[in-house]
């Protein structure tokens, strides 16, 4: 079982940047494929980032690349979104998400919503324009 706990949300205007932090309790956090979701009011949850378990392979929707940049740092069981260049499109509320399932190393197999197991509460992301 894992534990996701999101932090560094909050109201930024337009052009500035946040970071996210995603804290994981339990064990092997450096086996777990870890993503970014979000999902905006009415809107369906869509595929941020996600990173494996080493921090070697990295894949990005299309909407935030060059803008968005995932990470993490295993010493700290700790994933980190650092989020620049917002828009107001990016409002959201930001989910972490993890899974210990052996994913291929392709963007399809990242980003689906359904191949993550255990998921944080959200943190809100609002830019202002």
């Known amino acids: 079982q894992v534990q996701l706990v999101e932090s560094g949300g909050g109201l930024v205007q337009a052009g500035g940047s946040l970071r996210l932090s995603c804290a994981a309790s339990?064990?092997?956090?450096?086996?777990?494929?870890m993503g970014w979701f979000r999902q905006a009011l009415g809107k369906e949850r869509e595929f941020v980032a996600g990173?494996?378990?080493?921090?070697?392979?990295?894949f990005h929707a299309d909407s935030v690349k060059g803008r968005f940049a995932i990470s993490r740092d295993n010493a700290k069981n700790t994933v980190y979104l650092q989020m620049n260049s917002l828009k107001p499109e990016d409002t959201a509320v930001y989910y972490c998400?993890?899974?210990?399932?052996?994913?291929?190393?392709?963007?399809?197999?990242?980003?689906?919503?359904?191949?993550?197991?255990?998921w944080g509460q959200g943190t809100q992301v609002t830019v202002s324009s």
């Open positions: 998400a993890a899974t210990a399932r052996v994913l291929a190393t392709i963007p399809e197999a990242y980003d689906f919503w359904g191949h993550y197991d255990f």
């Open positions: 339990g064990r092997a956090f450096s086996s777990h494929v």
């Open positions: 990173i494996s378990g080493s921090g070697s392979t990295t």
